[in-house]
């Protein structure tokens, strides 16, 4: 999981820029009316994202009596159109993830965004930015319209959860043909059992170890020929040497990526530094 900075735009302004071009009269006063509601909707959510008390925001079908949850998720469509007020502060959203890369599985692509608190179920926060995350595709579809229902059912927010600084992603080598990689969670000492619950939750929901391993397997097979050619001239010692010089590198740049990980790994399996990295006949 990677941090992005806080969104400063105002929601208030995000919402009436989005409902702007709404030209059903009635609608539009009625949207117009609940601004001030958005409004507290952000705050709440901006006071309990940091306390662990998203799961106690109230899922709401009508709103201020007359206002649709259906009618605001098709604000947030109104959002994402072409050309459209809204789609200005959409594609800053979108952009604001380094490389492109999406902040939840530190991996795939961003394609588009992934609404936090679902707006099937809290319909008041389709438009709020500090609700809005870009997102890959497939880990927009593993959060779907699920909700937390307990703290430690709050998957990792990039905009208010910071863990960059501590390894916390390990994995280990099994010891097959060819050897294979899983990851895991393993939090420091210093996190509270709370952080460590929703970092693995976070792992679980989205998962990331089926992805990261798959990601590995192909690793592998990328640096064989040269695992060999290593072994061949400095037996352990130099492939050991080698990866450690890999784990080095990619951990300067991402102290939790799946390669950062993999390559730690590779590094302290004395099985795999003598051999164990060969595809065998079978
Ligand atoms: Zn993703």
């Keep these: 999981m990677r941090r992005l900075p806080v969104p400063i735009d105002n929601p208030g302004n995000v919402f009436i820029d989005c409902i702007d071009l709404v030209r059903n009269t009635n609608l539009k006063a009625r949207l117009t009316e609940i601004r001030n509601l958005v409004i507290e909707a952000a705050d709440e959510f901006e006071e309990k994202v940091t306390t662990g008390q998203l799961h106690t925001v109230i899922r709401e079908t009508l709103i201020n009596g007359n206002v649709t949850s259906t009618e605001l998720q098709d604000v947030y469509e109104r959002m994402v159109r072409k050309g459209t007020l809204g789609r200005k502060i959409y594609d800053k959203l979108i952009i604001a993830s380094p490389s ?145 010089e890999g784990a080095e590198s990619r951990s300067h740049a991402n102290l939790n990526s799946w390669q950062t990980a993999m390559y730690k790994a590779m590094t302290a399996d004395n099985w795999f530094c003598d051999g164990g990295f060969r595809f065998l006949p079978i």
């Design 100 to 244: 492109g890369i999406c902040p939840l599985c530190s991996h795939r692509e961003v394609t588009q965004i992934d609404h936090y608190l679902p707006k099937a179920e809290y319909p008041r926060l389709s438009v709020v930015p500090i609700n809005l995350v870009p997102s890959c595709s497939d880990c927009n579809k593993s959060k779907l319209t699920k909700f937390p229902q307990a703290p430690e059912e709050e998957t990792l927010h990039p905009y208010f959860d910071n863990i960059e600084n501590d390894v916390w992603l390990t994995a280990t080598v099994t010891q097959s043909n060819p050897a294979s990689f899983q990851f895991q969670v393993t939090p420091p000492d210093h996190w509270d059992p709370l952080l460590s619950d929703r970092v693995r939750f976070h792992f679980n929901s989205l998962s990331l170890n089926k992805l990261y391993s798959t990601q590995a397997a192909v690793e592998l097979v990328q640096i064989n020929f040269r695992l060999i050619k290593i072994y061949a001239v400095s037996g352990s010692p130099g492939v050991r040497q080698y990866l450690l």
